[in-house]
């Protein structure tokens, strides 16, 4: 069946912001670090040209090489180094060093050795063991020899490289270790005493022998004079509030950049106190760097976004990956919001920035935009160990067509009241966005649950309804009603039912196919009400010591009388008809996901192990084990947009919809098999010629192709066509009248038409049919002039083939061809007299 070749991949979500980016030499492409792969982006456009692909690991480390600007080195933790022709993509040479690297820090001063950071485990010592400890060694590629340099480095922003490669500086806690490459001699110095805080990164002058260190109290302080044990030169700067998470100087080191938690770009000149801002930059700024030509800064954000940015501070493009998120608040929303499916845009729909929700296009890999829920600006708290409480988005629903869009956010600093605000949006065709319909204040007086639209098919008619649950014991049914007065044509929602049971709190919904059952969790019973008028039916009562329930699924298709329910310990099959227990098993699992498209279901328990069933047997599917590093949250069934091209090799609950599932590390993955991988990893040969970086070359020959068709264009509108070269060259006596000539002039000018309108021709003939039956004295004109043309076509010059066309216009130009000019002018001479 082809279940042996599938693999799970990263489809989304790799950080683009986890390891700086690097500009070409040029400055005209952008390489960003993804997981394995380096995106190569055009920096005019902002668009993704095409991938290096060639590391089995995550890509750490990116340099240019500076013996050959084309040329690109790279590092991974696959323990390699890969040399690339990154115009091309083409693997030049790959380095083994026996051990995985955490990044590449620079060159050495005759640029032939590099810096590496890499990380050792003695011999009888696990390397799954988590350590923070890393080297900086001198890598030599022609022999492959390593020599180490500095020992125990916490992280990569915490060493540089300095000017020509003479020195490398690493920060550690409050102190300065400063490696002197030509004398092999290591010198430290320290902070004062009374330094509270410790070095966050450092950054190496390009030029001068100086660098700079930022510290968690915001402090920016520069260094001369380091290279003695005595007679180090400081001084201080400070304007951040909060750590400084990076310092980077432009490339001629007359200005130097920083950014931190305060979202705020800061340019300051070279060792003065004048500076320039770009505030409201929507996340932390986790790297700054500059292109070689000083023309773009680009700001890495803790929520997987990458900002080029102009000298002049004017945002020039945006590079988004699936929004992370940064805070610790939205990180557990997210399991309530889980991933959403947009019918519209086909997206993939989930919690985005702050108070927003990012609509995603998997096929493209690229965010298609983000709509603000709570219409609230993102500001940095005065403490990080005080953090503030943004409003967030909790739940959210899609009606069957995309038209609806539900959401509940809440603001819950775990003091005062929450607040809750229940806001229903509308599609609006002409401006192709959601805009705000409804806001219902405290729809629920605790947090709300979960949140259901009903599913209503292809009838467009039936009257829109949703379904909130709480805690607070209650769940409640929304229903689209008319708001039309005599001032604009509106609708709104208001709340039409309220159902409850037995004061327990309300959990999981779940809607059946056709929309006629909803079911609702009630801690461990499960309870099947009417849609319509909200009355009990049943009540499925689980193990009295199974815990509550957490998924409430229906079947669909064969599956459609079948009921599922998930509990942390439990997974339950209920069949509507009978009321009983078709099957159940003990299974410890906080994900269900259900096919809308197919009968099949998913569930992945504790151990990150993924079963694939259908409710009607207890017999799995499909199952695959460890299909995570980390703890899946949620996850979902998007219908498959391609099917595969070899059919074979797909499994049966994979031809209706593909399984994506998100991870606590924020990593979208699926289940592909081994072709559909390496279609992932290719781009369209035409998106890469778009989007190419253009030359000088190039626009030379762009400009010559371009005068080139407008040469041939002005040629082709210059030459006279058939009919021209005809009428002119034809006697006079011997030409149709200029009447019949004017319709095929006309058409010679514009060109052959493309398309035929049929409905208009059938209007037109039956127009000139009518035209027939009123006007006969003009078919006698035109008869008798056809029988004169005939006695003139003993013209010797009417012999030549080359006007054959006139006598076939004689023929086709009938009669009727003439009537409706000749009715329209008596109609026109006759609206003039009246």
Not at 571 to 580: F, G, K, Q, Y
Request: charged fraction near 25%.
């Amino acid at each position: 069946m082809g279940e042996d070749n599938l693999t799970v991949v990263n489809v989304s979500g790799s950080s683009i912001v986890k390891y700086k980016p690097v500009f070409s030499a040029d400055s005209k492409c952008l390489f960003v670090l993804s997981g394995k792969n380096i995106k190569v982006y055009n920096v005019n456009s902002g668009e993704c040209m095409h991938y290096l692909i060639g590391h089995y690991d995550e890509v750490t480390g990116a340099l240019v090489n500076p013996k050959n600007k084309l040329q690109l080195f790279s590092s991974s933790l696959d323990e390699t180094i890969i040399l690339w022709d990154s115009a091309d993509g083409v693997i030049l040479k790959r380095y083994s060093l026996h051990a995985p690297i955490y990044g590449l820090i620079g060159f050495t001063k005759d640029e032939s050795n590099i810096y590496v950071m890499v990380r050792w485990y003695p011999k009888g010592v696990d390397d799954k063991i988590p350590t923070q400890d890393h080297d900086i060694s001198e890598y030599d590629p022609k022999t492959g020899s390593l020599t180490m340099r500095l020992k125990k480095v916490l992280k990569r922003r915490l060493v540089d490289v300095g000017a020509k490669g003479r020195y490398l500086v690493e920060g550690r806690k409050k102190k300065v270790i400063v490696y002197d490459c030509k004398t092999s001699e290591i010198i430290m110095h320290s902070l004062k005493d009374d330094f509270d805080k410790e070095i966050s990164c450092v950054a190496c002058h390009p030029t001068e022998d100086s660098f700079v260190t930022g510290c968690d109290n915001g402090k920016i302080i520069y260094w001369w004079n380091f290279l003695t044990r005595n007679g180090v030169v400081k001084s201080t700067y400070s304007w951040h509030a909060l750590p400084v998470l990076d310092v980077h100087f432009t490339a001629e080191g007359s200005q130097l950049l920083s950014g931190g938690h305060e979202c705020v770009l800061v340019k300051w000149k070279y060792n003065s106190k004048e500076r320039e801002y770009l505030p409201r930059l929507r996340a932390p700024i986790d790297h700054v760097i500059c292109s070689p030509d000083n023309q773009i800064f680009v700001t890495c954000h803790q929520d997987n976004c990458v900002n080029l940015i102009s000298n002049t501070f004017e945002l020039l493009n945006v590079i988004d990956g699936l929004s992370l998120c940064h805070l610790q608040s939205q990180v557990l929303v997210r399991r309530s919001v889980r991933l959403l499916y947009d019918p519209r845009t086909k997206a993939l729909v989930t919690n985005g920035r702050v108070g927003h929700l990012q609509f995603y296009s998997i096929e493209a890999d690229r965010q298609l935009y983000n709509l603000d829920i709570v219409q609230e600006n993102y500001t940095s708290p005065e403490d990080l160990s005080k953090p503030l409480y943004p409003t967030e988005v909790t739940n959210a629903a899609f009606s069957s067509h995309g038209d609806w869009l539900a959401t509940v956010d809440m603001w819950d600093d775990g003091v005062m009241t929450p607040d809750i605000q229940l806001k229903f949006w509308k599609y609006q065709v002409e401006s192709q966005e959601y805009a705000l319909n409804t806001v219902v204040h405290y729809p629920h007086d605790k947090k709300v649950v979960d949140l259901k639209f009903r599913p209503h098919g292809d009838d467009l008619d039936v009257v829109h309804s949703v379904v909130t649950s709480s805690v607070d014991g209650k769940f409640k049914t929304w229903t689209l009603v008319d708001d039309t007065d005599i001032y604009r044509k509106n609708s709104k929602w208001v709340c039409d039912s309220v159902g409850y049971y037995r004061d327990r709190p309300a959990g999981p919904l779940g809607f059946s196919e056709d929309g006629s059952l909803l079911g609702v969790g009630f801690s461990s019973t499960l309870t099947v009400w009417d849609s319509d008028t909200n009355v009990l039916r049943h009540c499925f009562l689980t193990q009295s010591n199974s815990s509550n329930i957490k998924h409430c699924e229906f079947g669909h298709h064969s599956c459609c009388h079948l009921l599922v329910s998930l509990s942390s310990d439990l997974l339950c099959v209920w069949n509507l008809l009978t009321c009983a227990v078709v099957w159940s098993v003990n299974v410890e699992a906080n994900v269900l996901a259900a096919d809308p498209l197919s009968p099949y279901m998913a569930v992945v328990d504790n151990d990150q192990k993924l079963y694939v069933f259908k409710p009607s047997s207890p017999d799995i599917v499909y199952s695959k084990p460890s299909i995570s590093k980390s703890t899946v949250s949620c996850a979902i069934f998007l219908p498959q947009k391609k099917k595969s091209s070899n059919k074979g090799t797909q499994v049966a609950w994979q031809q209706s919809s593909q399984l994506y599932f998100f991870n606590e590390e924020q990593e979208l993955l699926s289940i592909v098999s081994e072709e559909e991988e390496r279609k992932m990893n290719t781009l369209d040969s035409r998106a890469i010629q778009e989007n190419l970086p253009s030359t000088a070359i190039s626009v030379f020959l762009g400009g010559e192709r371009k005068a080139l068709e407008d040469r041939e264009r002005r040629i082709e509108r210059s030459l006279p066509s058939n009919i021209t070269k005809q009428i002119l060259d034809s006697a006079p006596h011997a030409q149709p009248p200029v009447i019949s000539l004017c319709l095929p002039f006309l058409q010679s000018l514009i060109g052959k038409k493309q398309t035929k309108r049929g409905t208009e021709e059938e209007d037109e003939e039956e127009e000139m049919d009518e035209v027939k039956s009123q006007d006969s004295d003009s078919d006698m004109e035109v008869e008798q002039f056809h029988n004169s043309m005939k006695s003139d076509s003993q013209n010797p010059v009417q012999e030549n083939k080359d006007f054959d066309w006139l006598n076939d216009l004689h023929k086709s130009q009938s009669k009727d061809d003439l009537n409706p000019v000749v009715l329209r002018t008596t109609d026109w001479i006759s609206e003039l007299n009246t």
